[in-house]
Structure formats: structure tokens, C-alpha cells
Nanobody
Framework: QVQLVESGGGLVQAGGSLRLSCAAS????????MGWFRQAPGKEREFVAA????????YYLDSVKGRFTISRDNAKNTVYLQMNSLKSEDTAVYYC??????????????????WGQGTQVTVSS
């Protein structure tokens, strides 16, 4: 089975930056669309960003456009989320996910097959 492990979360003040990483193993990473989602307490899991298998077809949640950047390195089986100008409303557990066989990267959680364990991001106001 495919394993996904996130890292890079932590505590940061508003206006600061964090870089999340998601390392994949057990499959063919270069054939998967990849996504980042987040979930705050009492909230539904929310789409943040997604990227196609070749690094194209990139999509973002409107509220993170211009602040977050998704990228991938297929040689390292890793997807990244660079988060700049962080706001208190970005506080959540962040998850990476893989979607095999997707023509375009999905934005709904139900279209992803494999998920990481999540990493906590806390932004102080």
C-alpha cells in the first residue's frame, strides 16, 4: 500500500512562514495527482491545493492564492506546500493525499485514495 508521511508543521506567528513536506513510498509516485487539505476543530476537511502528476494543473483555495505554493519532486517522491504570510485562520491539521489515475487533480477529498497522518500548523494572532 502507499504510505504518506507529512512533516514541517509547527507554531508560527502571523505573517510568518512554514514549509510542509509529504514523503511517499510503496507506489509509483510520478503517476499520482497530489493534494493538500486542512481541517480545523469543528470544521469540514477543506481543499487547499493540488498538483498534477507532471507538476502542471495546479489549483488553490482562493484564500491562499498568492501566499501558498504547491510543488513536487518526483525524483524524491515528495510534494511540498510553502506557506507564506500565514494568518490565524490558517490554523489546522494539514494532510497530504494521493489520487491515482486522475486525469486532473481533484479538489474533493472523496476522490483521493491515500492520506497521510497530518501535521499540526498553529498560527498565533
Amino acid at each position: 500500500q502507499v504510505q504518506l508521511v507529512e512533516s514541517g508543521g509547527g507554531l508560527v506567528q502571523a505573517g510568518g512562514s512554514l514549509r510542509l513536506s509529504c514523503a511517499a513510498s510503496g507506489g509509483t509516485f510520478s503517476t499520482y495527482a497530489m493534494g493538500w487539505f486542512r481541517q480545523a476543530p469543528g470544521k469540514e476537511r477543506e481543499f487547499v491545493a493540488a498538483i498534477g502528476w507532471s507538476g502542471g494543473n495546479i489549483y488553490y483555495l482562493d484564500s491562499v492564492k498568492g501566499r501558498f505554493t504547491i510543488s513536487r519532486d518526483n525524483a524524491k517522491n515528495t510534494v511540498y506546500l510553502q506557506m507564506n504570510s500565514l494568518k490565524s485562520e490558517d490554523t489546522a491539521v494539514y494532510y497530504c493525499a494521493a489520487a491515482p489515475g486522475a486525469g486532473l487533480p481533484p479538489v474533493l477529498p472523496r476522490h483521493y485514495s491515500w492520506w497521510g497522518q497530518g501535521t499540526q500548523v498553529t498560527v498565533s494572532s
